[in-house]
């Protein structure tokens, strides 16, 4: 995982992974109660297969609204609170495990945000 962690560039990965969670949001919206987006449901289950802080600070910066904050996250949507620095190492980390399933699903390229 390291090797690809090191190929990747952080910014294009994260404005990936931000255009990606709002497309998920919107077709949420979309769908309302109707469950029946497999784009849904394929985002859902690859967020539920992260480990505990990385999985929690993906659902409540991403999956929720997407108006909520960086800082709102690890200020007051987790317990303990985290360091802005600490915040940021498990959303890394979750985002450079997310790249991969996204990748295998088609959802994005990988090629275009390596460095």
Do not use: W
Not at 32 to 53: R, T, W, Y
């Amino acid at each position: 995982m390291s090797v690809l962690n090191d190929n990747l560039d952080t910014k294009k990965t994260l404005a990936v992974m931000n255009r990606l969670f709002q497309s998920y949001l919107t077709q949420k919206y979309i769908d309302q109660g109707n469950h029946s987006s497999s784009f849904c449901a394929e985002i859902e289950k690859a967020v539920d297969g992260l480990d505990g802080p990385e999985k929690q600070i993906i659902q409540e910066r991403y999956m929720k609204s997407a108006y909520v904050k960086d800082y709102q996250v690890f200020n007051f949507s987790l317990d303990p609170p985290l360091s802005s620095d600490t915040y940021k190492k498990y959303r890394r980390r979750a985002f450079f495990k997310l790249v991969v399933v996204f990748n295998r699903l088609g959802y994005l390229d990988i090629e275009k945000i390596r460095k």
